[in-house]
C-alpha cells in the first residue's frame, strides 16, 4: 500500500470528522477511573468542586442539623438513600429542621466519622441533582450566567426545587445569602 495513501485519512482522523473519518465526539483519553461522576465534567475541575464544597471539618454537626464537610441535611440524605422517613422537627430552639432515622449500618457517629461516607454521599446528590437543574444553564442572574457548578452549589443548600425559584426571583436570591454566596463561589468552576 502506497504510504502517502494513510496521510488523508490520519490527517482527517486527527481533526475529527471530515470526509469518512469517524468523529471524535464524546471519546476520552482518560482512563474512566479518571474521568469523574458528571459526564462531561473533566475530573480536575469536579475535584475543585470538591474543595469549594467541603466547608466544614468532617465531624461537624450544625445546629439545623447539617452534617460532615459537606454539610448535608437529613432530607438530602433521605432523597439519596442515606436516612428514611425525613421530617421536619424542632430541636433546642431551632424549628423547621430536617430529621430523618439512619438506614442501617449507618449512623450519626459513623457518618461523621467516614470522609468516604460522606464523600459518596455529596457524589450521589450531584448525579442526582445533575439532570433536574441542567435546564437552567446559561439563565443569566443578576448579570452572570449559570453554570452547572453553580447551579449544583444552589441546590445543595437550596434543594433541586429550589433552585429554579433561586434563579428566576431576586427576593429569594437576596433573602437567601447563604445560598446566593454558594453560587458564587462555584459558579464557572464546571
Not at 32 to 48: F, H, I, N, T, Y
Not at 90 to 109: D, F, H, N, Q, R
Request: hydrophobic share 40%; charged share 25%; proline share 6%.
Amino acid at each position: 500500500m502506497n504510504p502517502l495513501a494513510l496521510i488523508p485519512v490520519g490527517v482527517g482522523s486527527f481533526l475529527g470528522g471530515i470526509a469518512l473519518c469517524q468523529s471524535r465526539k464524546g471519546l476520552s483519553m482518560l482512563r474512566p477511573d479518571r474521568m469523574s461522576p458528571l459526564p462531561g465534567v473533566p475530573l480536575v475541575r469536579w475535584e475543585r468542586f470538591i474543595t469549594l464544597m467541603a466547608v466544614t471539618p468532617r465531624d461537624y454537626r450544625t445546629p439545623r442539623g447539617r452534617f460532615g464537610c459537606f454539610g448535608m441535611d437529613a432530607r438530602r440524605l433521605a432523597d439519596i438513600g442515606f436516612m428514611a422517613e425525613p421530617r421536619k422537627s424542632t430541636i433546642g430552639s431551632e424549628t423547621g429542621v430536617w430529621t430523618a432515622k439512619w438506614k442501617a449500618p449507618l449512623s450519626e457517629k459513623k457518618f461523621l466519622e467516614s470522609l468516604p461516607a460522606q464523600y459518596t454521599a455529596f457524589k450521589r446528590s450531584m448525579e442526582k441533582m445533575a439532570p433536574k437543574v441542567a435546564g437552567l444553564v446559561g439563565a443569566e442572574v443578576d448579570g452572570i450566567r449559570c453554570s452547572l457548578s453553580g447551579l449544583l452549589g444552589v441546590g445543595h443548600l437550596a434543594g433541586e426545587m429550589g433552585v429554579q425559584s433561586w434563579v428566576r426571583n431576586q427576593d429569594t436570591r437576596r433573602r437567601f445569602k447563604a445560598t446566593t454566596e454558594n453560587f458564587r463561589r462555584t459558579n464557572g468552576v464546571f
